[in-house]
């Protein structure tokens, strides 16, 4: 593997002491971002040094109320953090672009870091459910929510951030209400727990896009995948349309053509695979 030179590579009240401070909300043309500081943000946690709890909460200009919500939740890469991946790789503006009803979340993982780790989301029983409900408390709190009712959840990786999905899937408590897994060039590690969520109901949704980086743990996936007749597709890039990603068939995605740390903004894809997606149009 190349990683050394990537540059990515429970609802209800809240919980004393699960929020300890709330950044200025920031407005701009894909919307309203939010800056929370959780408790049960990934760290700090006894597994790693970090000390960040920063997450960004991401709101669609024009996201509408209803009686359940949907997220997006993204899992960084090595050697990033939260407020340089958003502009990077224009997150708010993609998702409002999708013209999805989904509020996207960016937690905080390995502060600039080569580390695949995400604390308590990764490594700690219920840690997601509980970061979810964190969430939503606090929007409820701060009049950006009117429910406490989780619809759909996405779960989006990036690189190292495989370790939060994997994670998540592993042991995070709330698989029931996840919908659809996206990697972006992200299979390298974990492979059991991917595998285990795509094939454990019809309803799950796997697509994984990746470079000649992570060829070989794709290879890996589609095996543990494959079922006795066929279930699954692989397509070139350069030859994929919406109309043949709407399916909830595992799906992989090879390229040649864009750079790992292009993945995900070069030509607009975490727009385009959430169209893919169980998330409500607004």
């Not at 190349?2 to 699960?18: E, I, M, N, V, Y």
């Not at 407005?27 to 790693?48: C, I, N, Q, W």
């Not at 759909?152 to 698989?175: D, E, F, K």
């Not at 070139?236 to 053509?257: H, S, Y």
């Amino acid at each position: 593997m190349k990683r050394s030179t990537f540059l990515s590579s429970g609802t209800g009240l809240l919980a004393a002491g699960a929020l300890s401070r709330i950044g200025d909300a920031r407005s701009k043309d894909a919307g309203e971002t939010v800056f929370m500081h959780l408790a049960s943000a990934p760290y700090p946690h006894k597994s790693r040094h970090y000390t960040d709890n920063t997450v960004a909460v991401c709101i669609p200009p024009h996201y509408r109320q209803t009686d359940t919500v949907d997220f997006i939740v993204h899992f960084h890469g090595w050697h990033n953090w939260v407020a340089h991946l958003l502009p990077e790789y224009r997150l708010p503006q993609q998702l409002d672009a999708s013209g999805l009803n989904a509020i996207l979340i960016v937690p905080q993982g390995p502060l600039n870091a080569p580390d695949s780790g995400f604390g308590k989301l990764e490594l700690d029983g219920n840690g997601f459910a509980d970061f979810i409900g964190d969430v939503i408390a606090h929007l409820n709190a701060s009049g950006k929510l009117r429910t406490q009712t989780i619809g759909n959840v996405v779960l989006t990786a990036h690189s190292g951030g495989y370790g939060g999905a994997g994670g998540v899937l592993t042991r995070g408590g709330l698989n029931e209400k996840i919908s659809d897994v996206i990697l972006f060039d992200s299979a390298y590690g974990y492979y059991d727990a991917f595998a285990n969520w795509t094939t454990s109901a019809p309803e799950h949704h796997l697509l994984s896009v990746f470079t000649d980086d992570t060829s070989t743990g794709n290879t890996a996936l589609m095996g543990m995948i494959q079922a006795p007749t066929p279930n699954i597709y692989v397509r070139l890039a350069k030859d994929m349309t919406q109309n043949n990603l709407e399916t909830r068939a595992p799906t992989f995605i090879l390229t040649t053509d864009v750079a790992h740390d292009e993945l995900m903004q070069q030509f607009s894809w975490f727009k385009l695979f959430l169209r893919s997606t169980a998330l409500k149009p607004r």
